[in-house]
């Protein structure tokens, strides 16, 4: 295949994939989370306490866990090439690569020299750069960062400055600045600077610094721009010189070129198709580039559990590696967040040793890694893969419950009254994930019932939290710990460990409605909602006007604004109807993402009214690689509906992605009225329930009846 057909594939393939992403409420650990095919961590491990003892950590029986682990089918299917590495007492106990790194070629994957994109596992060795720069007195990681990085332009509207170790622990209250889909490319010439890269994207403080955790890759960007000013060298070099070298890791780099390329496993996504080898801006990337084998973790791992000494050489100082294992952020002492450079691990049920552990997760298109420490016990794990899957899901816990199981023991908790339900109304409402605001979840009160809450969401659908402490709750179908914290301003977070564990979702602002949108209205939960998490403004005054028909302009903004997109960079066709329509950013990006289609992709028809069954079909070329339409063909449909719409209409009929103006006729069938012109109220029902909906729940439920009984009853 030519190299220019190539390049299309891949930026098709990825603008696709990222939509869906945000449409679907996917973030870049979400993939593992949300995996059909695999148990959940909670799963895993209770199946797991059932049967195993602790079993000695020794070279023989780590190599027999390995060996077990990746032949079991359930492993297999999450992954295409695995490197893994397990040290203890600074010895490499196993080092083992299972599977390919490139099926194509049946390239078996070397633990040595197969390397892997560690991805966001990166921002422990920046994280380990600065602690050296730290501890030699050229940085403060109390002063804030602007001291070591200039002339970068944003607002902070707060009196307290970003510090270091803000940066260090995800608590910035930077907006959101997650890597763009023009970053990932195939364009290995193409150069983007730190420096310009962080002055084109810098975010504004749009939270008090310190006040909540939010998964930061921004904040890594700055932390490598801090290496290089300070020390004075190209934070590649740096990386070589005071890292990678005295550490012995050879292989190591931030930079993918030459050689590595050809060293470098191929990337599978989730279905085993092959990714095109890409590159990201910024060159290099602090955040999550480096290039790595699961040898080179190793020698990394004995020496921070030698308290920073490799082969008689110091590389960091003791109380340096010391206080990177200490946990400085945490909405609830059991359920921790974040040191300088390492996370809280996986929350098995009802656990309480998470701060005894640390971790590091990475996730980039075709790779994931996952490395954790147990410091007490003198041990670490890497383990690398070359595919979009769980396989780190189904690791971690089996690993945990082989060898030390105390970490899964029960927590202990004291005694707890729990509170009136009118004193829980406070936690009730609508959150949205700070890094991701397409992950919603939906808080309710149980009436009279003391210490507990409703919780719903798009993936696991209504459940029941049951209060076990202060601001502490226990979920009762996946029997892990949601914790909530309150500011002096007013506002409540809530740390929820299934859906995005990487950081706090923020209760929505109390809804004041509009002036002619009565609280009565059908319409009115899905209005007033995407008013009270900041879709629409918050004015009482204002006038929303429910009937007013949609513009497919229109449309296509306000569907790719509310997922989260930025408009498209691309410069649209000079010739077409939308080059200069102020929404032709959003609608070139429609048609990147496959939103949009048609023979004449110059004649967009941008303030023509958008029918409803035009917007179904829209919202449906982004759903319909993660839903089946066969999963909805028992739908019958009413009214006059062209054959290209009926299989979105099936879709979103059988997920309830519409409004109340949708009725199921006498005969069963469905009208959804498609070629009415959509108007405001109805794509405000859209938008509400692709939110809040538990498609995945019901798409479950959909496959469960398509089973043969026998399967349905095993299942």
Request: hydrophobic content about 40%.
């Amino acid at each position: 295949m030519h190299q220019s057909t190539r390049r299309n594939r891949f930026k098709a393939t990825t603008l696709t994939s990222a939509l869906m992403a945000a449409m679907l409420s996917f973030s870049l650990w979400t993939p593992a989370v949300h995996a059909e095919t695999a148990q959940t961590p909670g799963q895993a491990a209770t199946a797991a306490s059932q049967q195993n003892k602790a079993t000695a950590l020794t070279a023989e029986s780590a190599t027999s866990f390995l060996d077990k682990f990746f032949a079991s089918p359930e492993a297999q299917a999450q992954y295409v090439g695995a490197s893994v590495v397990v040290v203890k007492d600074g010895k490499i106990l196993a080092e083992k690569g299972y599977g390919y790194a490139d099926t194509e070629n049946q390239t078996a994957v070397n633990p040595k020299s197969t390397l892997f994109r560690i991805a966001s596992v990166s921002k422990t060795f920046t994280a380990a750069a600065v602690m050296q720069l730290a501890e030699q007195g050229k940085v403060d990681l109390q002063a804030d960062f602007q001291t070591y990085v200039k002339g970068l332009e944003f607002k902070n509207p707060f009196d307290k400055p970003v510090t270091v170790e803000h940066l260090l622990t995800h608590t910035t209250g930077f907006e959101i600045r997650d890597p763009q889909q023009e970053d990932l490319h195939a364009d290995f010439e193409k150069i983007v600077s730190m420096e310009d890269y962080a002055k084109e994207h810098m975010p504004p403080v749009v939270r008090e610094p310190g006040s909540s955790y939010m998964y930061d890759n921004f904040s890594f960007l700055l932390l490598g721009m801090i290496v290089e000013n300070v020390s004075g060298e190209p934070f590649e070099t740096y990386m070589q010189k005071h890292i990678f070298e005295p550490l012995g890791m050879d292989h190591s780099s931030f930079l993918l070129n030459g050689e590595r390329q050809k060293q470098l496993a191929t990337g599978y996504d989730a279905a085993r198709k092959p990714l095109d080898m890409y590159t990201i801006s910024p060159t290099p990337l602090p955040q999550g580039g480096m290039l790595s084998t699961a040898e080179d973790i190793g020698s990394f791992m004995i020496a921070f559990l030698n308290g920073g000494i490799k082969d008689d050489q110091r590389v960091w100082k003791e109380s340096t590696i010391n206080s990177m294992e200490q946990y400085r952020s945490s909405i609830h002492p059991l359920l921790p967040n974040t040191t300088y450079g390492f996370e809280a691990p996986f929350q098995l049920p009802g656990a309480g040793s998470s701060s005894k552990i640390i971790t590091k997760a990475g996730d980039l298109p075709g790779f994931s890694s996952y490395l954790f420490f147990i410091p007490e016990q003198n041990t670490g794990v890497f383990l690398t893969y070359n595919q979009t899957g769980a396989l780190r899901n189904l690791f971690y816990p089996a690993f945990i419950q082989a060898f030390f199981p105390q970490y899964a023991e029960p927590a202990k908790l004291e005694p707890f009254t729990p509170q009136s339900g009118e004193e829980l109304q406070r936690f009730t409402g609508l959150y949205a994930d700070l890094r991701l605001s397409t992950i919603v979840s939906k808080l309710n009160g149980r009436g009279e019932e003391a210490g507990k809450l409703s919780i719903s969401d798009a993936f696991l659908g209504p459940r029941t939290l049951i209060q076990v402490g202060d601001h502490l709750f226990k979920d009762e179908i996946t029997g892990q710990f949601t914790a909530f914290k309150e500011n002096a301003d007013g506002t409540v977070y809530m740390k929820e460990p299934y859906l995005n564990p990487m950081g706090y979702e923020k209760k929505g602002e109390k809804a004041q409605g509009f002036r002619d949108v009565r609280p009565d209205s059908p319409y009115a939960e899905a209005i007033y909602g995407l008013q009270s998490l900041g879709h629409y403004e918050n004015d009482k005054n204002a006038a929303f006007q429910p009937k007013n028909t949609v513009t497919r302009a229109e449309f296509i903004e306000d569907v790719l604004k509310m997922s989260g997109l930025s408009a498209s960079k691309t410069a649209p066709p000079a010739d077409s109807d939308w080059a200069t329509h102020p929404a032709a950013g959003y609608i070139q990006l429609g048609y990147e993402a496959g939103m949009i289609t048609g023979a004449d992709s110059k004649q967009f028809k941008p303030d023509q009214a958008i029918t409803r069954q035009e917007a179904m079909v829209m919202v449906w070329r982004s759903l319909q690689k993660q839903y089946p339409a066969e999963l909805f063909e028992d739908i019958r449909l009413a009214g006059h509906i062209d054959e290209w719409a009926a299989p979105a209409i099936r879709m979103m009929v059988a997920l309830g992605l519409h409004g109340p103006e949708v009725k199921v006729l006498e005969d069963g069938s469905v009208d959804v009225l498609p070629r009415k012109p959509l108007i405001r109220q109805e794509e405000a029902a859209i938008m509400y329930q692709l939110f809040t909906q538990p498609t995945d729940k019901i798409v479950s439920e959909l496959m469960k009846q398509q089973q043969p009984a026998e399967e349905a009853a095993a299942s």
